[in-house]
């Protein structure tokens, strides 16, 4: 498959276009970047980003492009800079887009302004990578030279492409004793059809490269359009909140200006603000007098309202409105749901409250009140995949220090009544009752996997028993091999990440994008504790999987709960039928200790007096149900590979 993707002299054509609509700079210089004063026109505005594979050195290759432009003094410097939450540092991933204003003196002699936006690479935020190229005009396609193409390459090339950008191949870790750039060069041109006739070797690691990258962006890259004269649009592409400052706006400004002060209005909302602080990121936020048409910025406005200033609204100025709002963002539907419950029931309010401002900053996320009797009073999250749910659960805890429990993630089903009508279940609990149930279908995706050709075999054999349905093998070079599959959601969520790496030596990618839903032959497999449904623990899952899992959970359950002064059973039935139990043996006192010799009668009599105890703790007893065994559900899965 070839695409036409850099046809002609890359850059020159937008920019010619660009160059002849050049009008005077802005009316009033504005100040960032160290307090110099910098005039910005258009042409001299490049807004790119950085896209690749997980762990191909985006944020590495971000950290020397600071570095190179004296954003960042070298002494201030941190491995990652830009990913700035700790979350991001330990796990080494990116997880939000960040933004970063560069001031650059190329060698043409003139001085550029480069917004830089540096997004992340993993599957479960790709919804983060749209929304940042939507406000850029090029970016930088970072590929690892001892790696190769890899399945987010593909995907986020194809983003780049949609939203029409001049991508710029950057071959990265040429230091690695096994780098083979050419390989990798041939490669990118062969599979994504991207002429790499210019593309840049470097390693960020050593600083390799880098001055040539950032003549490549100001010379490669177009500049925005200068539409200063047009009324003000602006679209918001990022939120947080502030303690001090309110709801935070992050923007990119499409026409017109704006400054300090202005009444802005935003569209669809229809909610009016005054700018108190209105700034860059450089990458701390440095206030301005004034943005113009082609400039990415932040205005904060004492903003209390979360829903007022969403992602994807258009800002524009109430005194000279514009007519039309920007095309904001398509919606991401969240694909995975669990229960978020506080384990203190005060802290109900507070979870409402963390829940409503981390929403701000996470569009994805989405979550509404819900009552369990095993758990209390909660919320049911939607999320886009396992990871964004343990990150999620991570910033509530860090961030709000709430101490919560999850359950078990569960994917979202459709059931038909016997009575014809369909209900949306992201909760087992929402399934009507067995007798009135006609069906439920499924989530169903796409998946490719590219992997090197000798793990075929294996990852075959791995989608066969996630119930995957063979479509398409094909040799992607000599070497490497796309295997594609249509697999349920619910078997790629759980950890079939996990399992594909550990197959593969860590060398397969995968990518997946829901296709639709099919019927199936699903149970709702119900657990008892106690003699008690412990709701929170049951799951829908294919039929045929109902015994084995059911076993399975009932056994790992049993370690997992601690022993009562009771015998507490647990069972795992489907409607009325149990299909597994087990049961914990009670803790029991020695209460014949003191019981020296003796006569028979006297110890029977403690004995049976200790039974009655028992009998009745049983009867009045709560099992309390460790945070682990909500998680029980999946690690089944992983105990079902016969590898593992
Ligand atoms: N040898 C070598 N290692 C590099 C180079 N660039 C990055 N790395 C290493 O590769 C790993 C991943 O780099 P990151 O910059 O975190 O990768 P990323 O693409 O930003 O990853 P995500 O943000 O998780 O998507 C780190 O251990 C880096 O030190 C390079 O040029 N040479």
Do not use: W
Request: proline content about 5%; aromatic content about 6%.
């Amino acid at each position: 498959m070839r695409l036409a993707l850099c046809s002609g002299p890359p850059g020159q054509r937008r920019r010619a276009a660009v160059v002849t609509n050049v009008a005077a700079p802005p009316s009033k210089p504005q100040t960032y970047a160290n307090g110099k004063v910098v005039k910005v026109a258009p042409s001299h505005i490049r807004n790119f980003s950085i896209i690749a594979h997980i762990d191909h050195g985006k944020s590495t290759l971000a950290d020397q492009l600071l570095i190179k432009t004296d954003t960042v003094e070298n002494r201030d410097m941190q491995a990652q800079y830009l990913d700035g939450m700790d979350l991001e540092r330990e796990r080494g991933i990116t997880i939000k887009l960040n933004t970063a204003r560069m001031k650059y003196v190329a060698k043409d002699g003139e001085t550029y302004a480069l917004n830089l936006i540096d997004t992340p690479g993993h599957v479960d935020f790709s919804y983060e990578v749209s929304r940042s190229l939507a406000a850029c005009e090029g970016c930088l396609l970072v590929v690892d030279a001892s790696q190769g193409v890899e399945a987010q390459t593909l995907a986020n090339v194809y983003l780049a492409l949609a939203n029409d950008l001049e991508i710029i191949p950057v071959l990265n870790k040429i230091d690695l004793p096994g780098a083979e750039p050419d390989r990798v060069k041939r490669e990118i041109e062969e599979v994504i059809g991207l002429d790499c006739s210019n593309a840049i070797y470097a390693s960020a690691k050593k600083g390799l490269g880098i001055a040539e990258i950032l003549e490549a962006v100001v010379e490669r890259v177009p500049a925005p359009a200068d539409n200063r004269g047009k009324p003000l649009r602006a679209l918001i592409f990022d939120s947080y909140y502030d303690a001090y400052k309110g709801v935070v706006v992050q923007f990119r400004v499409t026409d017109g200006e704006l400054h300090k002060g202005d009444l802005v209005k935003f569209m669809n909302t229809g909610c009016e603000y005054d700018i108190v602080e209105l700034g860059v990121l450089n990458p701390k936020p440095v206030e301005v007098d004034a943005l113009y048409a082609g400039e990415v910025g932040y205005l904060a406005a004492s903003i209390k309202q979360v829903a007022d200033a969403r992602v994807g609204d258009t800002i524009t100025l109430k005194k000279r409105p514009a007519e039309e709002a920007l095309p904001g963002y398509t919606e991401v539907q969240p694909m995975v749901f669990c229960g978020l419950f506080p384990t203190d029931a005060d802290q109900y309010t507070e979870l409402r409250e963390a829940l409503l401002k981390l929403q701000l900053n996470d569009a994805a996320l989405r979550f509404e009140p819900e009552v369990s009797s095993a758990m209390g009073f909660g919320f049911r999250c939607g999320f886009l995949g396992l990871l964004h749910m343990e990150i999620v659960q991570e910033r509530l805890e860090r961030e709000y220090d709430l101490d919560l429990i999850t359950t078990a993630p569960t994917v979202v089903f459709k059931a038909v009544a016997t009575d014809g009508t369909e209900t949306v279940v992201d909760c087992p609990s929402k399934l009507p009752p067995g007798n009135r149930l006609a069906s439920i279908s499924e989530p169903y995706v796409r998946l490719e996997v590219i992997t090197p050709k000798e793990y075929v075999g294996s990852i075959m054999e791995l989608a066969q028993q996630r119930r995957g349905e063979y479509v398409d093998m094909q040799f992607l070079t000599e070497t490497r091999t796309t295997l594609v599959y249509n697999m349920p959601l619910a078997e790629v969520v759980t950890d079939f990440f996990d399992a594909l790496k550990s197959r593969s030596r860590g060398y397969a990618s995968m990518e997946y994008a829901i296709t639709g839903y099919r019927e199936n032959d699903l149970v709702l497999l119900d657990i008892k504790i106690n003699g008690e449904m412990v709701e929170p623990l049951a799951a829908i899952i294919h039929r045929d999987n109902a015994y084995y899992v059911g076993k399975a959970l009932v056994k790992r359950l049993k370690e997992l709960i601690p022993r009562q002064q009771f015998r507490v059973p647990i069972q795992a039935a489907i409607g009325a039928r149990v299909v597994a139990s087990e049961s914990i043996p009670a803790l029991r006192k020695d209460v014949l200790a003191k019981c020296y010799g003796g006569d028979i009668s006297r110890k029977k009599k403690l004995l049976k007096k200790q039974a009655a105890g028992k009998k009745r703790m049983k009867s009045l007893g709560r099992v309390d149900v460790p945070q682990e065994a909500f998680m029980a559900v999946l690690q089944i899965n992983r105990e079902s590979s016969p590898d593992e």
